[in-house]
Nanobody, 124 residues
Framework: VQLQAFGGGLVQAGSSLRLSCTTA?????????MAWFRQVPGKEREFIAA????????VYADTVKGRFIISRDEASNTGYLQMNNLKPEDTAVYYC?????????????????WGQGTQVTVSS
């Protein structure tokens, strides 16, 4: 499964962005659990949020809880990360990931497939 992430950009603090993740081939994502991670240079990839095949089953990192919303839309075969009230510390490359199954959704090695990353820059 080749994932594509897009929707990043340069915004001011307090703004919102919505990231999207879909497949290059159009292959259905319905059987995959999906997640978003982010990474800044010199640091490990950081878990942001995950969503199961049940769209009501979500988990968030404490750093984004209450500001970010992960969702998925089967009709468009797309996963989303709605980011609200962005802060300069949210600046990073954001990656979407997919897995058939995971025990712990917060660790990168749980995921089989990754998108190419999209840059989010938040200015103060």
């Amino acid at each position: 499964v080749q994932l594509q992430a897009f929707g990043g950009g340069l915004v001011q603090a307090g703004s919102s962005l919505r990231l999207s993740c879909t497949t290059a081939s159009g292959r259905s994502l319905s059987i995959y659990r999906m997640a978003w991670f982010r990474q800044v240079p010199g640091k490990e990839r950081e878990f942001i949020a995950a969503i199961s095949t049940n769209p009501l089953d979500t988990v968030y990192a404490d750093t984004v809880k209450g500001r970010f919303i992960i969702s998925r839309d089967e009709a468009s075969n797309t996963g989303y990360l709605q980011m609200n009230n962005l802060k300069p510390e949210d600046t990073a490359v954001y990656y979407c990931a997919a897995a058939i199954w995971y025990v712990d959704p917060k660790i990168p090695r749980a995921y089989d497939y990754w998108g190419q990353g999209t840059q989010v820059t938040v200015s103060s």
